[in-house]
């Protein structure tokens, strides 16, 4: 999808963009817009004054704010880059700030309640267009963000029926100036597919790891010293934030629940298989979940490179990024 050259080429697309948060995405977004050149000035807001100072002192915003109203002062772009259950108190906090023809979007991996949460908030004359950029790592924090996080990544854009075509069309097209695809998708849909895709996997990493450690039989240390490859990646899926993390399962529980229930069931088949020694019925399972995995190299959603994607790096083995953004 891309959107109406409204200005130049050699003119940003956007003359100022807040970024209420400055995490891993909300510094990618930084990089990445400076990259392409796609903002006359970039600003910002943490809620602490060491997050904000660090942003600065990284060139990552020209200015930096507490209040995310003083951040959004003025923007023609504001994009709420905090965990979900955040954005809809700073929706009402900024809603005095927001000028007319702005652009209102977040990065948030649950829609529905966005939607629900911050539209309320949203003055007549500002356009809300939900997104979320299927891209991250399991780091956080203003040192964490690159410009290549969002390259060849998608990006899933929500808006509401009603939402000015114009303004989803610029916004797909900030995307994908950042590096990304764009599809466009109800916030219902997108909440039922990522369920599956990103916040039932993330929920049984922390599972897992924990099962792992409260083992009586297995110490902290044989857990560390003996993890292989699947428990290694368990645990580098389990080290992204928990507090995003708690706020999408909240706020996309019945997805989430249906997904788990679906899982639960899958999960009882192969306990089946395994009871009765139907080994027929392992390999046919195995085997088309191995097609799947071979499905989404070929989409270049991941690289075939032996060892889970890393490079080996002088005798060690350097972690490739685990999927932070659901």
Partial sequence: MSGPQSKPQNQPMFDRIALIGIGL????????????????EIVGSARTPATVETAVRLGLIEQG???????????DLVILCTPVGLCGPIAKDIS??????????????VKASIVRDVAPHVPQGVHFVPGHPI????????????????DGRWCIL????????????????FWEALGSRVEVMTPEHHDLVLAITSHVPHLIAYN????????????????????????????RIAASDPTMWRDVFLNN???????????????????????????????????????IRRGIIQAGQDTAAP????????????AAPADKKG
């Fill in 253 to 291: 529980r019945e997805a989430v629940l249906d997904m788990l229930g679906r899982f639960t069931e899958d999960l009882a088949m192969l306990q089946r298989a395994i009871r009765f020694g139907d080994g027929d019925t392992l390999h046919r399972l195995f085997t088309e979940a191995r097609a």
């Fill in 96 to 109: 005095r700030s927001l000028r007319p023809g702005a652009i209102l979007t977040d990065v948030g991996s």
């Fill in 65 to 75: 704010f507490v209040s995310a109203a003083e951040a959004a002062e003025g923007a």
């Fill in 307 to 318: 060892d889970f994607g890393r490079v080996p790096a002088r005798g060690a083995t350097a």
């Fill in 25 to 40: 995405i909300g510094s990618s977004i930084s990089h990445a817009a400076r990259r392409a050149g796609l903002a006359g």
């Fill in 158 to 173: 929500t808006p509401e029926p009603h939402t000015d075509g114009k303004a989803v069309e610029k916004l797909s097209a």
């Fill in 135 to 150: 891209a991250g790592t399991e780091q956080s924090g203003p040192e964490s963000g690159f410009a290549e996080l969002f």
């Fill in 208 to 235: 897992i790891v924990n099962t792992a450690a409260h083992l009586e039989r297995v110490t902290d240390s044989e857990v560390i010293k003996f993890s292989a490859g699947g428990f290694r990646d368990f645990t």
